[in-house]
């Protein structure tokens, strides 16, 4: 086998290899003074964290904090039959007495009554519990009910801590079977495409220490710039950073091993390398940071959270890929490869391989592709007919938790709004006629009045229809149209039409923006408005065709009723940001050849010497993206699986044919205003 080093003992001993060896020492350093010192991120998974500050549900849910008992919220047994019979006299006897048993439970001093549903199928008993803490006495609940009623008797426990413990335990541990899902994934694809035992190891340690660091910078962000972050926003993050910090480092082990066979020394080769690769390294990843942080103007805070954490994240990695990386891989000589071992003089095969060959079949035939790639985007983009966006709270979990099955079990029993009633809050003095008032509102079933202060009363409303339902929304917008100033309506319902309001906003206002800056870093990267018009308009619509896609899998496979609300603009961001990345890597390659190359050849040569590095690029942020799935919330199931039909699009398709295709068509004035034939 090769040594690991060059063969040269003062290459070995010189300034190189110090820096080289500093530079990674420092970064051990630097990620150890990470571990031991930063804190631990601020989370939150208040119902109400995806609304706007100033929406009215958000605002009803921060005066209900000022209200007597507002420390109370309760714990709801649902009591069935199995078969769905209704419940015989000794089975109600022993939900009676369970109800006595948990009055030690409970933080007031009432007695605790069942509510048995006309049909004697479903008893209900509210248990009420401190919110600060009620999450943590689930387990210990749901164990005494299960305990204490007899065979044949199910008993489920939601309700607002119920949900809360649930929402836990989903993510409980799912860091960590995502951590090790992603690294081996990459392990994986690293090992393919390198076809060395120990090179994929050196990328694969770098990017694992940069995703921890970012983790904990996310943590470090959250305690200082106070905002708040859950499961779905650390998994995002980590999975960005994994897969762009993976397709930096491919980018720059390609330049490296290109430049190896030029050079004698490895340290003049990754110099070399890293000059010509950083340009587009960093174009790429400032351009996914710029596009994160316009989610900073978005009305969500879960969207800005994400914006601020995924933009810190790719600062991260893209700091361990130029800097951490080349010290890493300069510590070792050429043997780093074998067995494919790169050598002075040895002629680049990729010169000549499959991708050079593809280029050639494409400029040769610009049209027939063009029409070909255009097409096949067209035909799956058609999956996208019918598309619904906005998920109900009970939709969005993969494997159904316990308060979501009491909740629906509920729901069949009692007045379809019974389980999570509508709240308004209204002045005291205006109580008795505001509650007139709803009773005459069509879609109310019931009013029962709530806590009060000296400045809110709380008026409980029961809707005649499910929570999600249009009905449900059309009665909101009329409580809300019919009630008089001063009068907020909130509640689970009205939290869903704030939000689906918020997220229209978001991408009314973002979507533009992106494209802007996406533009913007293009014309001045390639120095081209023509380019980057037509690079933005084939990542666009790499969108719309992985929307329509993804939108044909979920309704015939997952059988998901619809996408979640963030989920278009996540996907649109993600998507353009780094899809246009490996555009600009292909573009920036073959605006250097187009120096002296017409630009059928600058294309052909371009794709011939990326083609490899970026398909392989491309698989492994589809893959990475992939492994969302591995968390239970359909969400995050749904972004993954529009990325990776994205991103393998853009890889295979997009810019491997129809970019090339395109740019032959339209000839020297792709280059327009500024030809690099002209330097």
Do not use: C
């Not at 607002?160 to 990459?186: M, N, Q, W, Y």
């Not at 994994?242 to 491919?250: H, P, V």
């Not at 010169?351 to 255009?374: C, I, Q």
């Not at 008026?459 to 008089?484: E, F, K, P, Q």
Request: proline share 5%; hydrophobic share 50%; charged share 20%.
């Amino acid at each position: 086998m090769e040594s690991f080093d060059d063969g040269s003992k003062d290459q070995k001993r010189g300034p190189g290899l110090r820096a080289a060896i500093l530079v990674t020492l420092l970064f051990v350093l630097l990620s150890g003074a990470m571990f031991a010192l930063a804190p631990e991120a601020r989370e939150s998974n208040a119902p109400t964290a995806g609304l706007p500050d100033s929406a009215d549900s958000t605002t009803v849910a921060r005066l209900q904090q000022t209200l007597p008992s507002s420390d109370v919220s309760p714990a709801i047994v649902v009591v069935s039959r199995d078969g769905g019979k209704a419940l015989d006299g000794e089975e109600k006897q022993a939900v009676t007495d369970l109800a006595s048993k948990l009055e030690s439970v409970s933080v007031t001093d009432d007695a605790l009554k069942p509510v048995f549903s006309d049909d004697g199928k479903v008893a209900l008993l509210a248990v009420p519990l401190k919110q600060s803490t009620g999450a943590e006495k689930i387990d210990s609940l749901r164990s005494t009910v299960d305990r204490s009623l007899p065979d044949g008797v199910v008993a489920e426990v939601t309700g607002g801590p119920a949900f809360e413990s649930d929402l836990k335990d989903v993510f409980a541990g799912a860091d960590v079977r995502l951590l090790i899902s992603t690294a081996l994934v990459v392990a994986l694809l690293l090992l393919v495409t390198y076809r060395s035992p120990w090179l994929w190891l050196v990328p694969l340690v770098v990017v694992a220490v940069g995703d921890r660091v970012a983790a904990l910078a996310v943590a470090t962000a959250t305690q200082v710039f106070n905002y708040d972050v859950d499961g779905s926003t650390t998994g995002i993050t980590s999975v960005l950073v994994f897969g762009a910090g993976t397709n930096y480092a491919l980018l720059l082990i390609a330049r490296y091993r290109e430049e190896l066979r030029r050079h004698e020394s490895r340290f003049v080769a990754m110099r070399a390398a890293w000059r010509q690769a950083a340009p587009a390294i960093l174009a790429s990843s400032g351009t996914v940071t710029l596009a994160l942080l316009t989610l900073s103007f978005a009305d969500t805070p879960t969207n800005r959270a994400l914006g601020w954490s995924a933009a810190i994240g790719i600062v991260v990695a893209v700091i361990f890929g130029l800097i951490a990386l080349p010290a890493a891989m300069v510590l070792f000589g050429r043997g780093l490869f074998w067995p494919f071992v790169p050598r002075l003089g040895q002629k680049d095969p990729s010169r000549d391989g499959v991708w050079a060959r593809v280029g050639a079949a494409v400029v040769s035939r610009p049209k027939t592709f063009v029409a070909g790639s255009l097409a096949l985007l067209a035909i799956l983009a058609v999956g996208g007919s019918g598309l619904q966006v906005g998920l109900t709270q009970n939709e969005r979990f993969r494997e159904t938790p316990e308060s979501v099955l009491g909740q629906e079990t509920l729901a069949q029993a009692f007045p379809a709004g019974f389980a999570e009633p509508t709240v308004v809050l209204a002045k005291p003095d205006q109580a008795k006629a505001v509650i007139a008032d709803l009773e005459d509102v069509d879609g109310v079933s019931s009013v029962m009045p709530g806590p009060a202060s000296e400045k809110w009363a709380e008026l409980n409303v029961v809707l005649d229809s499910d929570r999600g339902s249009d009905r449900a929304a059309d009665t909101i917008d009329r409580l809300r149209a019919d009630l008089d100033d001063g009068v907020l309506v909130g509640g689970g319902d009205a939290q869903d039409l704030d939000a689906k309001a918020a997220a229209a906003h978001d991408r009314m206002l973002i979507f533009p923006l992106v494209l802007v800056i996406v533009m913007a870093i293009l014309v001045v990267l390639l120095r081209s408005i023509v380019a980057a018009v037509v690079l933005v308009l084939t990542v666009v619509a790499t969108y719309v065709t992985a929307m329509g896609a993804g939108w044909f899998v979920f309704t015939h496979f997952f059988d998901f009723p619809a996408l979640d609300l963030p989920v278009p603009l996540f996907a649109f961001i993600f998507l353009v940001a780094l899809g246009v990345d490996y555009n600009i890597f292909l573009a920036t390659r073959a605006r250097e050849e187009a120096a002296d190359k017409p630009i059928a050849g600058a294309m052909t040569t371009a794709l011939a010497v990326t083609g490899g590095v970026i398909t392989s690029a491309g698989i492994v942020l589809a893959a990475v993206f992939a492994v969302l799935g591995v968390l239970p919330l359909v969400t995050l199931t749904q972004i993954g699986v529009i990325v990776g039909i994205g991103v393998l699009l853009d890889t295979l398709v997009v810019r491997s044919l129809l970019v090339p295709a395109l740019a032959t068509l339209i000839g020297e004035r792709f280059w327009w205003p500024s030809h690099p034939g002209r330097r």
